[in-house]
């Protein structure tokens, strides 16, 4: 018998108090986040091997890896919000015991990556003519493009990876994504060590090579992913290739519905940090250094809570499934608190680290940028907690479904009052890049109140149903 049928027993059953409701949360929580953070931080862990491999060919070549990144992640969001949308569906039909249902979702989150990978890849392969129309050098833009050229090929089984961590999440299995993305690290650095550079027989293919080596990597785990659905218990009883050839219109309606707003949200947040970026190039280049330190540390930060968020995501979901509305409102408060605390234990480390923080990227540099990193450091601090608060309330939104209110929240939030703020404090006073980091986190902290707000008021509207 599962931990969730004893909650659901009455005192006939054997036999879980209400008291011990709360740390059995937690213990779920805790058991699917841990993973799913782990995951992530492997991920970039893996792309920050990329770009210490293509920096060894020097600075042109880092600049062009990193305009390649900017057009693949413009494009690559956007698949990844609507593919989202897989493990609240999966979650929600879990917690209904519906294990047809689970099939179907991972499904269609399977077809919806396939046909957005085609216009996703057509974007990255015009990602030289959109760079010179942006105003970049044109042999940045070339080298860019040819790193996009070995890239974009990775989009689509990339999106399927993440379609089967939905439906492994949803489940209570996130387990074997880790451990293929921890496998995936070494031999990602191998293969775009031999790609970029030619060794042992292999042509030297520069940054084309390198990109090749990271789409071959993303096949390569997708394969071994899909190899554990299929395969190894609890997944195969599932029959995930079951039908796979039908399309279900109707819940891949359902799939667009609740993921398109999650993509066009993460668009809004991406392009808030770039527009960041932008206005600190117009101030210094000094800000822009430092700005790209804090930044850097603020997506490892990150991933703490996005485990937590995609937890509460599942959680939430299960409990709706089953039509529970006080466990709704539990594995959200649970979820919620779990990340403030993480979170602000993180951000006190880094607030206390943070000279030495900027070291790590500067080397022992008393210089400018090394000095305003630490500032923005502490500055941030703020913009941390709130980051981490509005991810995991999203998440447990996300699990009731509930993602077009918080696109609103997102467009209001980032954009009128988080880009106007950073615009107005960066020029219109004398703070400069710290103004730019204030307006950021007031944009932030009004987005996670607001999220708040909303998972209440539904929480309590589900109570008073």
């Known amino acids: 018998m599962t931990i969730l049928d004893r909650i659901q027993q009455g005192p006939a059953g054997a036999v879980t108090a209400p008291r011990h409701h709360l740390a059995i949360e937690l213990t779920e929580t805790l058991r699917l986040a841990v993973p799913i953070a782990l995951t992530q931080l492997g991920q970039i862990a893996m792309m920050t091997t990329d770009i210490a491999l293509i920096g060894r060919l020097g600075s042109e070549a880092m600049a062009a890896a990193a305009l390649a990144h900017t057009v693949f992640f413009v494009s690559f969001t956007f698949g990844m919000g609507l593919v989202s949308a897989v493990a609240p569906l999966a979650a929600q039909a879990f917690g ?14 399977m077809w919806a990556a396939l046909l957005i990978s085609l216009p996703m890849m057509a974007f990255s392969f015009f990602g030289e003519p959109i760079l010179l129309q942006l105003g970049q050098a044109p042999t940045a833009a070339r080298l860019a493009q040819e790193y996009l050229h070995g890239l974009s090929w990775s989009i689509l089984p990339a999106l399927w990876f993440m379609a089967l961590r939905g439906f492994m999440s949803a489940i209570h299995r996130p387990e074997p994504i880790l451990w293929i993305t921890l496998a995936a690290i070494p031999a990602n650095a191998v293969l775009v060590y031999l790609l970029l550079y030619g060794a042992h027989g292999l042509p030297e293919l520069g940054l084309f090579g390198a990109g090749l080596a990271t789409s071959i990597v993303n096949l390569g785990t997708f394969l071994a992913g899909l190899w554990f659905a299929v395969r190894r218990r609890p997944f195969r009883k599932y029959q995930v290739l079951g039908r796979f050839w039908r399309v279900d219109w109707p819940l891949m309606r359902r799939l667009i519905v609740i993921g398109a707003p999650i993509s066009l949200s993460f668009l809004l947040e991406y392009g808030l940090f770039g527009a960041a970026g932008l206005l600190m190039g117009v101030i210094s280049t000094t800000a822009l250094a430092a700005h790209q330190i804090a930044l850097q540390v603020a997506a490892i930060l990150f991933m703490v809570p996005f485990g937590i968020g995609m937890a509460a995501t599942v959680r939430v979901g299960h409990a709706i499934g089953r039509g529970d509305a006080g466990a709704v409102r539990r594995a959200g408060y649970v979820a919620i608190w779990l990340g403030i605390v993480l979170v602000a234990i993180l951000t006190l480390a880094v607030i206390m680290g943070r000279f030495g923080i900027a070291a790590i990227f500067l080397g022992a540099s008393t210089d400018a940028a090394a000095a305003l990193s630490a500032t923005l450091l502490l500055v941030g601090s703020t913009f ?6 509005q991810t995991v309330a999203a998440g447990a939104l996300r699990g009731m479904n509930d993602t077009r209110i918080p696109l609103l929240f997102a467009t ?5 009052t988080g880009f106007t703020s950073a615009w ?10 710290v103004g730019v980091w204030i307006g950021l986190s007031v944009g932030t902290a009004s987005y996670a109140v607001l999220l708040l707000l909303r998972f209440r008021l539904l929480a309590g509207r589900l109570a008073s149903q």
Not at 98 to 108: A, N
Not at 384 to 389: C, H, K, L, N, S
Not at 412 to 416: A, C, E, R
């Open 412 to 416: 209001l939030s980032y954009w009128l």
């Open 96 to 109: 209904a015991r519906d294990p047809r249902l689970i099939r179907r979702s991972l499904r269609v989150g």
């Open 384 to 389: 941390f907690i709130a980051d981490g608060i």
């Open 424 to 433: 107005w404090l960066g020029f219109q006073t004398p703070w400069g890049a």
